[in-house]
Nanobody
């Protein structure tokens, strides 16, 4: 599967953005999909994931709970990250990723075998 992330940009603190990640290839609905982010010079960190079991349960990093929402449209082979109440500390390059094994919990970066190219989100204060 190939992943193409989009939707990043510049937004003021308190604003919103929606990231999209379009997947090519088959069996998209069978993959756990995740979003990670990375600040230059720091490690890539887990943001959110949506799994294929438990009716598509979602998982979030504590730092984004209540502000970010991950969702997927299997008919469009796309996963989304709706980001609200953005803060300057949310500034990062955001990556989508696919895990075909379906790891539990789905927040471990090394379980994801396929990555998109990243999209930059900048939140100004």
């Amino acid at each position: 599967v190939q992943l193409q992330a989009s939707g990043g940009g510049l937004v003021q603190a308190g604003g919103s953005l929606r990231l999209s990640c379009a997947a090519s290839g088959r069996s998209f609905s069978r993959y756990t999909m995740g979003w990670f982010r990375q600040v230059q010079g720091k490690e890539r960190q887990f943001v959110a994931a949506i799994v294929t079991w438990s009716g598509g349960a979602t998982y979030y990093a504590d730092s984004v709970k209540g502000r970010f929402t991950i969702s997927r449209d299997n008919a469009k082979n796309t996963v989304y990250l709706e980001m609200n109440s953005l803060k300057p500390e949310d500034t990062a390059v955001y990556y989508c990723a696919a895990d075909w094994v379906g790891s539990d919990p789905p927040d471990r970066i090394f379980e994801y075998g396929c990555w998109g190219q990243g999209t930059l989100v900048t939140v100004s204060s």
